[in-house]
């Protein structure tokens, strides 16, 4: 069967993200776009997934808690979990491993946390978005020990990507996927780094705003549409 799918989307925790970008708001506009699967993936954070996942199961949307990491070199890499309990568990890993600058609101926006219904719960006092002390080298592998999959980000753009800070995706990195913005530049990648080749290949959104998020158009073909069958497809080595 195919799932339609887009697995980096981010909410109003993220300091870049609209307000707008609720848990019910985000789940809604994926349904009327004709998505079957999201995944939350704030900046270092996954505090709004639960809410996402309880609003998911009314919009009947299946939402992948996760993250969007800022590794030590500041590249970013997106992190899902089959269950909410490990995607909680890695937040508070990460929120060890961050560092913490106090969040300027007027610059950077709030930096909300609500509950199913939309409404406020709290707010991340330090800014989310400077890099952690995990390197990408070890993301992926930190990510599975603690049951989840992790892939480097929009690896076409210009910044923040593991191309446009080291030049190649190195193997023992250990990565099974990879992620495009753009993938029209698929062909162009993948004859200047081979190893694009051996990997599976998603394209996501990274939305911010509610109208960056994309129709039903990217796809998975999964025997069953469930969290624990998209994470074994994203960590399983491209046939």
């Known amino acids: 069967m195919k799932y339609f799918y887009d697995l980096h989307i981010h909410s109003c925790l993220s ?9 019910n708001n985000i789940v ?24 996402a996942m309880k609003a ?7 939402v992948i808690p996760g993250m969007e990491l800022t590794t030590s070199e500041d590249i970013h890499a997106v992190c899902l979990f089959p269950t909410l309990q490990k995607a909680l568990a890695w937040n508070s890993y990460v929120d ?3 560092i913490k600058i106090k969040n300027k609101t007027e610059i950077y926006g709030r930096q909300v946390i609500m509950n199913e219904n939309d409404e406020e719960t709290g ?17 992926h592998k930190l990510v599975r020990d603690f049951g989840g999959v992790c892939y480097p980000a929009h ?5 923040l990507s593991i191309l446009s800070v080291l030049g190649e995706i190195d193997e023992y990195c250990g ?8 993938k029209s530049k698929l062909p162009e990648l993948k004859a200047q780094h081979p190893i694009l080749n051996s990997l599976n290949i998603v394209t996501n959104s990274d939305a911010h705003y509610l109208e960056n998020m994309r129709e039903a158009e990217n796809f998975l073909e999964l025997p069953e549409l469930s969290r624990e069958n ?10």
């Not at 300091?15 to 970008?21: A, F, I």
């Not at 990565?175 to 753009?182: C, G, I, P």
């Not at 998209?230 to 046939?239: A, R, S, T, V």
């Open 15 to 23: 300091p870049c993200g609209d307000m707008d970008m609720t848990p």
């Open 96 to 98: 060890e491993h961050r």
């Open 230 to 239: 998209i994470i074994k497809y994203l960590d399983k080595q491209k046939g």
């Open 175 to 182: 990565f099974t996927t990879a992620e495009l913005a753009d």
């Open 155 to 159: 690896i076409d753009r210009d910044s």
């Open 123 to 139: 707010e991340i006092e330090h800014l989310l978005l400077p890099a952690t002390d995990i390197s990408i080298m070890s993301a």
């Open 56 to 62: 998911g199961e009314s919009a009947g949307i299946v």
């Open 28 to 51: 809604n506009m994926a349904k009327l776009l004709g998505l079957d699967v999201i995944a939350l993936t704030d900046h270092n954070t996954s505090l709004n997934c639960e809410a």
